[in-house]
């Protein structure tokens, strides 16, 4: 399925800003099943530099400086994008979760861990082990999983902020994409299970005949878990309890929302200030 993406975020400012300075994850990774076929990021005023290169994890990166006293930044990214992931496989075929616990792969060691935004949580860790008894086959104990946390919690877009504490999640069922990934990835880490945070979209309107999606309007966000060196990662949607296929376009992925924030920056001045955020990923 080719895709084409749409993302607008617009700051309005109280009061003048003199400098800033923005980094941007607003470009889709080339992936195994997700190829770019066309991109671009305009920005209003026009920033005097522009630059890109890729993070730690291998995300693109856009780097701005703007020297343009201004009281509204705007950045229209677009894409179009190729995008169809293979299916898991069989769940019964992947091993059984305390195997890749007791002995992560080195290129997924890092997302067992605590990150600056999931701390260590044994309540998380709790209500996840529910979905792992002993010798269950890890996408098994995955699939029940985010059937859980799409039953268990109500999406309510207000509720929550960008750094909402899991146990604020936990205590009151409800919140947004983020907050299930987060719960999510708190829970399995803590089971010694590797799982990174991915950001990126879903399909803004539902297929004919098809259901709508949870978190279309903006950014989308999911858990993509490692199934053993035969089996690489899979993702997993708990806002949607979907397992990604054909619906997701890819931006990025890091340990946490801190890792990949679409667009976080430092300006001089400004004060008090709105956001809002747009996006349509639709059939191209």
Same mark, same amino acid.
Not at 108 to 111: C, D, K, L, S
Not at 136 to 153: Q, S, W
Not at 191 to 197: I, S, V
């Given at each position: 399925m080719n895709w084409r993406v749409?993302?607008?975020t617009t700051y309005r400012y109280a009061e003048t800003v003199d400098l800033a300075t923005h980094m941007l994850h607003l470009t889709p990774r080339a992936l195994p099943g997700q190829r770019m076929l066309a991109e671009e990021i305009r920005c209003t005023p026009t920033p005097a530099r522009m630059t890109r290169g890729l993070d730690h994890f291998g995300n693109s990166v856009t780097w701005l400086f703007i020297d343009q006293p201004h009281r509204r930044f705007e950045v229209v990214a677009e894409a179009m994008v190729e995008a169809a992931f293979p299916p898991p496989p069989p769940a019964a075929e992947t091993p059984p979760w305390e195997q890749l616990a007791a002995a992560p792969a080195p290129d997924?060691?890092?997302?067992t861990f605590p990150s600056p935004m999931l701390p260590e949580n044994a309540a998380a860790r709790d209500y996840v082990r529910a979905s792992f008894p002993p010798g269950?086959?890890? /996408?098994?104990? /995955?699939?029940?999983?985010?059937?859980?946390?799409?039953?268990?919690?109500?999406?309510?877009?207000?509720v929550t902020g960008v750094s909402t504490p899991v146990s604020q999640v936990l205590a009151q069922r409800a919140g947004v994409c983020q907050d299930f990934t987060h719960l999510m990835l708190n829970g399995l880490r803590g /089971?010694?299970?590797?799982?990174?945070?991915v950001s990126g979209y879903i399909r803004t309107r539902p297929s004919p005949g098809g259901v709508a999606r949870q978190g279309a309007d903006q950014s989308h966000a999911w858990v993509s878990a490692w199934l053993g060196p035969a089996h690489g990662w899979v993702g997993l949607d708990p806002t949607n309890n979907l397992v990604v296929a054909g619906e997701h376009v890819v931006l990025g992925w890091g340990r946490d929302f801190s890792d990949i924030s679409p667009l976080r920056g430092i300006i001089l001045g400004g004060g008090r200030h709105r956001l809002d955020v747009g996006v349509d990923l639709t059939p191209a």
């Open positions: 749409r993302h607008v997924a060691v890092e997302f269950r086959p890890v /996408l098994a104990g /995955l699939l029940d999983l985010n059937a859980r946390i799409r039953r268990d919690f109500t999406f309510q877009p207000g /089971l010694g299970l590797a799982a990174r945070y």
